[in-house]
C-alpha cells in the first residue's frame, strides 16, 4: 500500500506538472519544444499510474472495484489514449482537460477503499465494459469540443482557448479513433455479458441490456454513414451525443427503474 501510495503521489505530480507545461504554451502561442517534453512526461505519469492502481485494484485472483478505482482507471484509460493518438497527431493540448482530473484520480483509489472484489472472468467482464464507458466518454467530450470549435471557427470567435485545440482536421480524425476503439470495447462488453446472464428478468438486467444495444445500434449507423457516406461535422457530433446517452442510460436508467420498483 505504501509503495503504491507513494507512486500514487508521483504520477499525480507529473501529471500536474505536464498540465503546467501545456498551459504555458495555451499562453505563449509559441513553443514546438512542448509537444515533445508534454509527451514524455505524460508517458512516466502513465506508467506510474498503472503501477500505482494495479497494486489496488488486482488481489490475488480477484478484480477489486470500487469508486476510487473506476475513477481512476477512467482517467488512466483517458490519459493514456491521448498519449497513443499524440505519436502522429498534435492532440497534445487536449490535455489541459484531462491531466488535471488524471492528477486527482491517482490519490482516490488510496482513500476510498470499499471493497467489491470479483472472480477474474466476472471482472475482466466489468473492466471490460468500463473501459468501453471511458472510451466513449472521452469521445462525446471530443464531440463537444469539436462542435464549439467548429461553430466558433465558422464566426471568427474563437477564444484563446479553442485556438490552442488541435485543427479541425485532426480533432475530427481524432473524435473517429474513438469511437472506433469504443465500439471495439463496447461490442465485446456486450459479448461477454451474454455468458453471465442466466435470467435477464430475474437479474434485472433487461433494461441495461436494451439501452445498451440502442447505443450499439446508433454507434454503428453512425459509423457505417461515415465510412460509407462520409457524414461529418455536427452531423457526427448528434450521433455520437445522443448514443452516449443511451448508453449512460443503460445503467442510470436501471438504476432508477429497480429504485422506483424496489425503493
Not at 477489486?64 to 499524440?86: E, Q
Not at 498534435?90 to 486527482?104: K, Q, R
Request: no cysteine; charged share 10%; hydrophobic share 55%.
Amino acid at each position: 500500500m505504501l509503495i503504491g501510495g507513494s507512486s500514487a503521489l508521483v504520477a499525480s505530480l507529473i501529471y500536474l506538472f505536464a498540465s503546467l507545461k501545456l498551459w504555458q504554451k495555451i499562453q505563449t502561442h509559441n513553443a514546438p519544444e512542448v509537444r515533445g517534453n508534454t509527451f514524455y512526461i505524460t508517458a512516466v505519469a502513465v506508467l506510474m499510474h498503472a503501477f500505482s492502481l494495479q497494486h489496488t485494484l488486482l488481489l490475488e485472483q480477484h478484480l477489486i472495484f470500487h469508486l476510487g478505482n473506476m475513477l481512476s482507471l477512467i482517467m488512466l484509460l483517458s490519459a493514456t489514449i491521448l498519449l497513443f493518438t499524440n505519436f502522429n497527431k498534435p492532440t497534445e493540448t487536449l490535455g489541459i482537460f484531462i491531466f488535471p482530473l488524471a492528477a486527482l484520480s491517482t490519490m482516490l483509489p488510496q482513500m476510498l477503499q470499499e471493497q467489491t472484489p470479483l472472480p477474474l472472468e466476472l471482472g475482466s467482464h466489468v473492466l471490460i465494459s468500463i473501459s468501453a464507458y471511458s472510451i466513449m466518454g472521452l469521445a462525446t467530450a471530443q464531440a463537444v469540443l469539436y462542435s464549439v470549435q467548429e461553430k466558433r471557427f465558422r464566426t471568427r470567435k474563437l477564444s484563446t482557448l479553442m485556438r490552442a485545440l488541435p485543427p479541425l482536421q485532426v480533432m475530427e480524425k481524432t473524435l473517429i479513433q474513438l469511437v472506433v476503439i469504443g465500439f471495439v470495447f463496447l461490442s465485446f462488453a456486450l459479448l461477454s455479458g451474454a455468458f453471465f446472464v442466466e435470467d435477464m428478468f430475474a437479474q434485472h438486467l433487461i433494461h441495461k441490456t436494451f439501452f445498451a444495444i440502442l447505443s450499439w445500434l446508433l454507434y454503428a449507423i453512425f459509423l457505417f454513414g461515415h465510412f460509407q457516406y462520409g457524414w461529418r461535422g455536427q452531423k457526427a457530433v448528434r450521433y455520437i451525443i445522443w448514443a452516449y446517452v443511451l448508453l449512460v442510460l443503460s445503467y442510470i436508467g436501471t438504476q432508477i427503474i429497480l429504485l422506483a420498483i424496489y425503493g
